[in-house]
């Protein structure tokens, strides 16, 4: 056992009655947070056990498929001595009390989930665990420590034992204890086991489990919305006379989306939404192309931009190279398509509203409704659901904000569904860059100096402005500022440069461009140094350097270490030498990311006309402990998927201001007989120390794995992603 210290701060909420329960919450957010004083109002119980034995476990994290739902009911239920199948999880209203590390707020992402919850959930299920043996030996009048727990029930030595429903009276009386001893990892029944069943399977598979897209309330309506197609264009006139007679239709209003048709099925808003006559002014982007935007962000490139890391004088390290290496590589916008398209049911009253949607920030919904209607955030309420997929999508509110206006509009609750063409077309993309690489190598072919220029729209400046500092976005230089090779003189640095294309966070945000382009530039390193792209990068890692992202828990070991590490495994496990027939080879990649590191070696087939197979993957992943070692994998693999489909057909472009992708027969995903036949995902080796998170990293890694296959299999290097036959061709 290991104790742990519970201060003051750490702690939020406790109490309870025979009819209410024992509740017990903490927050270990780093960043700055509200008093408790002026938090008391909100509730903060992350668990709550109540006399009839029911165990309730509030997930403050949207379950968005990544497995928040049963992992953290695992950290709980861990701790707190029940087994997991008797957890009751719930999804947390907004509040302060839910404030996370990430950014401080209430938000699922970052792949924060469980490094936010490893401490602090174990913390709420070990505190409840000593609580109810201390109640149980205070009835028995023995000492604490002649007593233990095991699903659910204490027991003494004189062969009592009693359930935690049975002692909630006594329990809730008790002072919380200032420390609690949390299990070791040799005593873990649950954390890291195979075969543990998902708490939302069932549900799922039975059709009970809620996603918003489900809502139904009585006298809902539903509202397709007709949306302007031109980027920064606007309705100015609209005939709406069709709409309104056609069957189901019950009104048609305008909100700041568009044209919102409000029908008794979703259907009938649909036709009756395709039914109407739109005028519009197209606007300042009438006429822009993709080519126009990537002339302006290739002027942008030009620009100085600003430094976010430096050493040594770079001029003098490219002086006195013995050889060098220059590339640009491009990256283009890019979707999230989520399965399930957005969509909120918004119902405002006079004063008081109802919001039930599945949401990454649901924080922020009761202030949004706020500023639509003038309710007081306090009247409104929120009702989290399931997500049937994301990537950063729903972090936004705009599809809330069409939902709010259609129903304050109609005077009805309302179900707003996006269809797929509007979901696609009006989505915030993962952001578009140009990136500017040179390395000046020794004589030995190792780096001597390297230069990064980063030219791309700021996600941040749109949705988070505050977080920009004199010109630097942090979330726009993630996988670069990290950089792991030893370089005597480097100069990198990032040009902001927006577009009327709205940038939004995508999975791995920009590790998804900058570990691309890094990975795919080292390999071109190794070929000019006519090196192994494995030994090279091993060669060259700093083994001293412990800077990593958002850290969470840090591994404690050198990220150079972790990285020669799984190069070293993922190596001999790909069989990196092996001889392959023509028309095949393997690439690299390794990247640190959210405190975890991975490796991955692709292996690719290239036909005659450039068309890209990619048949095998080999990974190697050092994420720390795993919670739920299945839906690791599953992370991992999705992950990869999720990059292959980027990373070969994966572009969205504009043509006369508008999105010219809109479903999938024009944005191309992997489909299941295109996916590697051969997924290897092999998991570091945790002593319990640390936690890395899963759901983003191997999106960004897999991409230059295949992109450096391709170089091995055809010996061209492609530049501009994604790698079309056309790509390849041109390169």
Not at 27 to 41: C, D, E, R
Not at 484 to 503: A, G
Request: hydrophobic residues 40%.
């Amino acid at each position: 056992m290991q104790k742990a210290r519970i201060s003051r701060r750490e702690f939020l909420k406790i109490g309870g009655t025979a009819s209410t329960g024992l509740a017990i919450g903490f927050s270990l957010g780093g960043l700055p947070k509200k008093s408790n004083a002026q938090t008391s109002t909100f509730t903060n119980a992350w668990i709550n056990i109540n006399s009839d034995n029911q165990i309730t476990f509030v997930c403050d994290r949207a379950e968005m498929g990544q497995d928040v739902y049963t992992s953290l009911a695992i950290l709980i239920a861990e701790e707190l001595e029940v087994e997991l199948h008797k957890i009751n999880v719930e999804f947390a209203a907004p509040g302060e009390a839910y404030i996370n590390s990430f950014l401080g707020a209430q938000l699922t992402g970052g792949s924060t989930s469980v490094r936010d919850a490893w401490e602090k959930l174990r913390k709420a299920g070990a505190t409840a665990r000593t609580m109810f043996i201390s109640a149980a030996a205070k009835k028995w009048n023995i000492k604490p420590d002649a007593c233990s727990a095991e699903n659910g029930f204490v027991f003494g030595s004189n062969r009592k034992k009693e359930s935690y429903g049975s002692l909630v009276d006594r329990a809730v009386s008790l002072e919380i204890p200032k420390e609690v001893v949390l299990k070791t990892p040799n005593q873990w029944k649950l954390i890291g086991k195979n075969n543990v069943k998902r708490l939302d399977s069932a549900g799922k598979v039975k059709g009970t489990a809620q996603f918003g897209i489900d809502t139904r309330i009585p006298n809902m309506m539903y509202a397709a919305v007709k949306m302007v197609p031109m980027i920064g264009g606007r309705i100015i006139e609209y005939d709406d006379t069709r709409a309104k007679n056609s069957p189901g239709v019950f009104k048609v209003v305008k909100i700041d989306a568009g044209i919102s048709v409000i029908a008794d099925s979703y259907w009938n808003a649909k036709k009756g939404r395709d039914l109407l006559s739109l005028k519009y002014d197209e606007g300042p982007n009438a006429n822009l192309d993709s080519s126009d935007l990537w002339e302006a962000m290739t002027q942008a490139s030009q620009k100085t931009g600003k430094v976010f890391r430096s050493a040594g004088d770079l001029q003098a390290g490219m002086d006195n190279a013995a050889q060098k290496v220059s590339a640009e590589y491009r990256l283009p916008f890019l979707s999230h398509s989520p399965m399930e398209p957005m969509n909120a049911m918004a119902d405002i009253q006079e004063d008081n509203a109802t919001i039930v949607t599945g949401a990454q920030f649901p924080q922020i919904i009761p202030s949004v409704v706020s500023g639509q209607t003038g309710i007081l955030p306090e009247k409104v309420t929120v009702i989290t659901t399931f997500l049937g997929g994301s990537f950063g999508r729903r972090g936004g509110m705009d599809y809330v904000i069409a939902a709010i206006q259609s129903s304050k509009s109609a005077k009805v609750p309302v179900n707003l569904i996006w269809d797929r063409e509007d979901d696609m077309t009006h989505d915030n993309y993962r952001p578009a860059g140009i990136f500017n690489l040179s390395a000046g190598l020794d004589q030995n072919g190792k780096l001597k100096a390297m230069r990064f220029q980063s030219t791309s729209p700021s996600i941040s400046a749109v949705q988070w402005p505050s977080l920009v500092k004199d010109g630097i976005d942090p979330f726009a230089v993630e996988g670069i500022d990290n950089y792991p090779y030893i370089t005597k003189d480097l100069h990198f640095t990032y040009q902001m440069h927006q577009t009327p294309v709205e940038p939004g966070f995508w999975r791995s945000v920009s590790h998804t461009v900058n570990a691309v382009a890094l990975e795919c530039f080292i390999d071109e390193c190794a070929f000019v140094a006519k090196e192994d792209p494995i030994e090279y990068r091993i060669s060259q890692l700093d083994m001293g350097s412990t800077k990593h992202q958002w850290s969470g828990l840090s591994a404690g070991i050198p990220v150079g270490k972790r990285m020669k590490n799984v190069l070293e495994l993922v190596r001999q496990k790909s069989e990196w030498h092996k001889k392959l027939s023509p028309g095949r080879g393997c690439g690299v990649a390794v990247m640190e990311g959210y405190n975890t590191v991975v490796a991955m070696v692709a292996q690719v087939m290239v036909d005659q006309n450039y068309q890209v197979f990619l048949e095998k993957v080999t990974a190697v992943v050092d994420a720390g402990a795993l919670v739920h070692p299945d839906q690791a994998l599953a992370q991992i693999e999705g992950s990869i998927n999720f990059g292959h489909s980027a990373a070969l057909w994966g572009e969205i472009t504009v043509k006369n201001g508008q999105i010219e992708q809109d479903n999938f027969d024009t944005y191309r995903i992997a489909r299941i007989n295109e996916s590697p036949k051969i997924l290897d995902v092999t998991f570091v080796k945790s002593d319990g120390s640390f936690v890395g998170g899963l759901g983003e990293p191997g999106t960004a890694v897999i991409q230059p794995a295949i992109g450096n296959a391709i170089f091995a299999a055809t010996g061209k290097r492609c530049r501009s992603l994604p790698f079309t036959p056309e790509n390849i061709n041109a390169a």
